[in-house]
Antibody, heavy 117, light 109 residues
Framework: QVQLQESGPGLVKPSETLSLTCSVSGGSISGYYWTWIRQAAGKGLEWIGR???????NYNPSLKSRVTVSVDTSKNQFSLKLTSMTAADTAMYYCARMGMGRWFDPWGQGTLVTVSS | QSVLTQPPSVSAAPGQRVTISCSGSSSNIGNNYVSWYQQFPGTAPKLLIY???KRPSGIPDRFSGSKSGTSATLGITGLQTGDEADYYCGTWDSSLSALFGGGTKLTVL
């Protein structure tokens, strides 16, 4: 059974870059799309971007200029970098596997990122 | 404001049936599969329905999904208090990005 676990700093200063990693266990990262999704407190889900195990990426147009998603198949991990962080980026960040029909399952438990000086 | 439109809240009594709608356009729902997610407070969303009407293993048949044109519907029968949660629809868009509805809070009265 595939399981995902996010890791990274819980606090980021304004204007700095957020770096998060999602570790995949119980299965190979190869042959799938992997994705990042975030959720501000009390708000809905916002898709950030996805990466195929080969490295092909797609990003949310509203975040595209600030987002980079990468994959390390040797470590069975993929990562998110989000630059120029502001308070508006404060949210729970989830990683998830993306199915062929573009559904998301499973999800990681999420990691809370707060942007504050 | 989400591109996919869901009612902010729905409610029904235990044992009854409720439906949650998700409205989009030809650039998203109209030409792509719809999925549904259930989220309890403080937990990650969970896949409930995928590819419009399929249920993952372990999801009871009280939950159903359908799609017609540019709209989709999640149905829940035999409502239980444990079904109280937020429900989100999701789909793909022609802009090559995933979209979610704004979410619907289900209250079981």
């Amino acid at each position: 059974q595939v399981q995902l676990q996010e890791s990274g700093p819980g606090l980021v200063k304004p204007s700095e870059t957020l770096s998060l990693t999602c570790s995949v266990s119980g299965g190979s990262i190869s042959g799938y799309y992997w994705t990042w999704i975030r959720q501000a407190a009390g708000k809905g889900l916002e898709w950030i971007g996805r990466i195929y195990s080969s490295g092909t990426t797609n990003y949310n147009p509203s975040l595209k200029s600030r987002v980079t998603v990468s994959v390390d198949t040797s470590k069975n991990q993929f990562s998110l970098k989000l630059t120029s962080m502001t308070a508006a980026d404060t949210a729970m960040y989830y990683c998830a596997r993306m199915g062929m029909g573009r559904w998301f399952d499973p999800w990681g438990q999420g990691t809370l990122v707060t942007v504050s000086s | 404001q989400s591109v996919l439109t869901q009612p902010p809240s729905v409610s029904a009594a235990p044992g009854q049936r409720v439906t949650i709608s998700c409205s989009g356009s030809s650039s998203n729902i109209g030409n792509n599969y719809v999925s549904w997610y259930q989220q309890f407070p403080g937990t990650a969303p969970k896949l409930l329905i995928y590819e419009n009407n399929k249920r993952p293993s372990g999801i009871p048949d009280r939950f159903s999904g359908s799609k017609s044109g540019t709209s989709a519907t999640l149905g829940i029968t035999g409502l239980q208090t444990g079904d109280e949660a937020d429900y989100y629809c999701g789909t793909w868009d022609s802009s090559l990005s995933a979209l979610f509805g704004g979410g619907t809070k289900l209250t079981v009265l």
